[in-house]
């Protein structure tokens, strides 16, 4: 096999954690993203498995999100025959690099994390290891498959300082093993925000089931879910500081049509927010609608879902299992 399926590509690798039926969110800001790499870049994307156990989960949903996370990656369009599609367990080099990492990562760089912060506030009763360590997880991930760049959502970008931080300093110390990734981040919804709470991030682990659209929403729902958006009460339909939830919903309609926030103050100049979360609500439903029977196709047939992320994973670890090999051999270990 070789190292690379195309050497003139530049390598990419992203992952999804399978806590919850992914967002509108995850989709702007990253799958959407990671689809149009595909034909321009040589390809990784996994399902962080390993990740959704910082917070507890019940097993049987656990195993029914990783399949359904992974269905998912195929609904939207990724492509076993374009990129390597895998679930991050099957490839134990990533726990097993997560621990020589850790012994090279600082205790006061993973504490000054802010999403440690934040969960550890908001699970305060699981305040576990795991969840402390997290991002030297993600840097193994990323790491061990030496990509030019990870594609992700605002809210990841300080856990890729911190993997490239982690990586310049491995390679000082011992020699060159790693190479230091780029962020990707897409210049349009790089963070879509709640439609309850526009100062919040849109997530899946929102306990208000109105605050995200779910990409297996019906139309109705998200049609629904956006005539409630949390709005303000002036009806002008314009992107200001003082108006994030309208400047989320124009920045959401935007990166489905693709068309700029100026472009889309322009086509609803003189219109109300009625008419506009209805434009945005079907534009988005109307975006959904085949990725869901999509995946309502590859949910149904698990022979065929096991048959491709066992592919995918025997790819990847030839790639993380190199890279894994050398980096002990440089810490000192006989292998
Ligand atoms: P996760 O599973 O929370 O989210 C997956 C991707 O979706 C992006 N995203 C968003 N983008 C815009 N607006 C939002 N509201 C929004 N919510 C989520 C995230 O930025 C991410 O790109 N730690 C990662 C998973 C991970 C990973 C990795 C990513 C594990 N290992 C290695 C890249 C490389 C996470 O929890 O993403």
Redesign the pocket.
């Known amino acids: 096999m070789s190292d690379t399926v195309n050497n003139n590509k530049k390598r990419a ?5 399978p ?1 919850g039926v ?2 509108l ?2 989709y ?4 959407k993203n990671f689809k149009a790499m595909q034909d321009d870049f040589e390809c990784l994307f ?1 399902v ?1 498995d390993l ?1 959704a156990i910082t917070v507890r989960q019940q097993p049987a949903n656990l195993r029914a999100q990783i399949y359904a996370t992974y269905a998912l990656f195929l609904a939207i369009g990724l492509d076993p025959d374009k990129s390597t599609l895998f679930i ?1 367990s099957h490839v134990k080099e990533h726990a097993a690099l997560s621990w020589l990492l850790s012994c090279n990562t600082q205790f006061g760089e993973m504490a000054r994390m802010t ?1 440690f912060k934040d969960k550890s506030a908001k699970h305060a009763d699981n305040i576990n290891v795991g969840l402390f360590s ?1 991002p030297v ?2 840097a193994a ?2 790491l061990l498959y030496t990509p030019d760049f ?7 970008k300080q ?2 300082e911190i ?1 490239r931080d982690i990586a310049i300093r491995f390679n000082n110390n011992y020699g060159d093993v790693f190479k230091v990734p780029e962020p990707y981040i897409p210049t349009k ?5 709640s439609l309850q709470n526009p100062a919040q ?4 682990s929102d306990e208000n089931q109105n605050a995200f659209v779910s990409l297996l929403d019906d139309t109705d729902t998200i049609i629904r879910k956006f005539k409630r958006a949390v709005t303000d009460s002036d009806n002008r339909i314009i992107c200001s500081d003082d108006k994030p939830g309208i400047t989320n919903l124009i920045g959401i309609y935007g990166a489905v049509c693709g068309k700029t926030n100026k472009e889309v103050e322009e086509e609803f100049e003189g219109k109300g927010y009625g008419d506009f979360k209805l434009a945005v609500g079907e534009t988005v439903a109307n975006e959904l609608a085949p990725i869901k029977a999509n995946y309502d196709k590859y949910i149904s047939d698990k022979a065929e879902l096991e048959r491709l992320f066992r592919d995918g994973a025997e790819k990847a670890r030839y790639l993380a299992n190199k890279t894994y090999r050398k980096a002990m051999k440089k810490v000192g270990f006989v292998i």
């Open positions: 690798l992203s992952c999804v954690q806590s992914l967002t969110g995850n702007l800001g990253a799958l996994a962080a990740h991050q999403q997290y997880l993600m991930d990323i990870v594609p992700v959502g605002a809210d990841q856990h890729l993997a919804c790089a963070r879509v925000m991030k849109m997530s899946k």
